[in-house]
């Protein structure tokens, strides 16, 4: 299981979104006017608004903001043009990461990024220097109680879906990006409730961390990049185990 999976239900359970929840609806909204703007407003035919707008919904992201958004992507209400930008890089102890951008001054951001990463130990990298350790995958995450790996993996198969890998407390099932919102959506008509979906870049290989010393510096330079501003998503290829993980959250 990634530990971007992991890092991101903890800290879902944990409610540590909440004390900026202005912020995640900002980002939220980026994420959706770009989704419009690329694929149009209509989410049936826009998988990636579908997931935007899920994302949003998962957060309570009130009605309005989001129709506002899909508006400002598709011209009918003002706003600055977004540009999508990756930036790679390196942290602590070699951990590769993908931090993925939606930015109306892409000077400004990189110079913050760049910033970011010599601050908090790592150094940011140029194009393709770790794009091809990752690969787009949606990812559909469940808890492990009460649920029979079997009965998931042949429904999860069934509906279209690559793969299913487990820990001791949760399962994903692996999707291709292009299927993700229909895998996702037939699984929940057969009766399994995800805690956690979204599109992710998953790491071919991980870098084990089980010291807490390295794991709270890898982990401060992914939350520093998540936290501002114009970044969308952060993607790193650690593997912390959960128990160190729920401590350092």
Known sequence: MSG?????????????????RGKVFGKLSKEITVAARLGGPDPEGNPRLR???????????PKDNIQRAIRKGTGEEGGGALEEVIYEGYGPDGVALMVESLTDNKKRTVSDIRHLFS???????????????????????????GLKEDELLEAALECGAEDLQADESQYEVITDPATFMEVKE?????????????????????VPITEEQKAQRVLR???????????NQVFANFDISEQLLEALL
């Open 4 to 20: 971007h999976s992991k890092w991101s239900t903890i800290k879902r359970k944990k409610g540590t979104m909440d004390a900026k």
């Open 51 to 61: 997931a935007a707008i899920l994302a949003a919904r998962l957060e309570n992201m």
């Open 119 to 145: 601050k908090y130990g790592g150094s940011l990298g140029e194009p393709g220097c770790v794009a091809w350790m990752f690969d787009k995958k949606g990812v559909i995450v469940f808890e492990r109680a």
């Open 186 to 206: 037939s699984l929940e008509a057969m009766g399994f409730t995800p805690i956690l979906s979204e599109l992710q870049l998953r790491p071919r290989t991980v």
């Open 221 to 231: 330079l992914v939350e520093m990049l998540a936290d501002h501003d114009d970044v």
